[in-house]
């Protein structure tokens, strides 16, 4: 299987099980095997570079076994080769979520702009309410 960003992984590290699948599909659904059930030793992958490792184990930590194992199953088709397929698709999609690493935020100081417009708009607003209050009936202006 392969990721865009140039993370490979051989087929030898997937387990692949099949069961039945649930849900209505006559009789086909109590004699055929067709859900997919993927287990793949993410923690002990030597596919995976150490920083990819640990930014997939720790965003995918609740989909972890406590091997380390990620285990997804596909169930959407009626054919056991295209719920395999859609097994690698998902592993695929999360494999390229954690691909590149997320840039680093650089801190930066609001403009004096921004900040004088914020403490206007601050005054402004509370004039507002200042105006909406009731003054004591004893004070005259």
């Known amino acids: 299987m392969f990721v865009p960003p140039g993370i490979s992984i051989p087929d030898g590290e997937f387990q692949f099980t099949f ?4 849900g209505p599909g006559g009789q086909n659904v109590n004699k055929v095997s067709t859900k997919a059930v993927l287990r793949w030793p993410a923690a002990a992958s030597p596919s995976l570079l150490d920083p990819v490792r640990s930014r997939f184990l720790s965003r995918y930590a609740g989909r972890l076994t406590t091997g380390g194992e990620v285990v997804l199953s596909s169930q ?3 054919d056991q080769s295209k719920n395999r397929d859609d097994c690698l698709e998902k592993l695929r999609t999360m494999l390229a979520a954690v691909a590149v690493a997320p840039r680093r935020r650089r801190k930066t ?3 004096r702009s921004s900040v004088e417009r914020r403490l206007t708009q601050k005054r402004q607003l509370s004039g507002r309410k200042q105006q909406r209050r009731e003054r004591p009936s004893g004070d005259i202006d």
């Open 109 to 111: 100081k609001p403009s």
């Open 19 to 22: 069961v039945r699948s649930s």
């Open 76 to 78: 959407r088709f009626r």
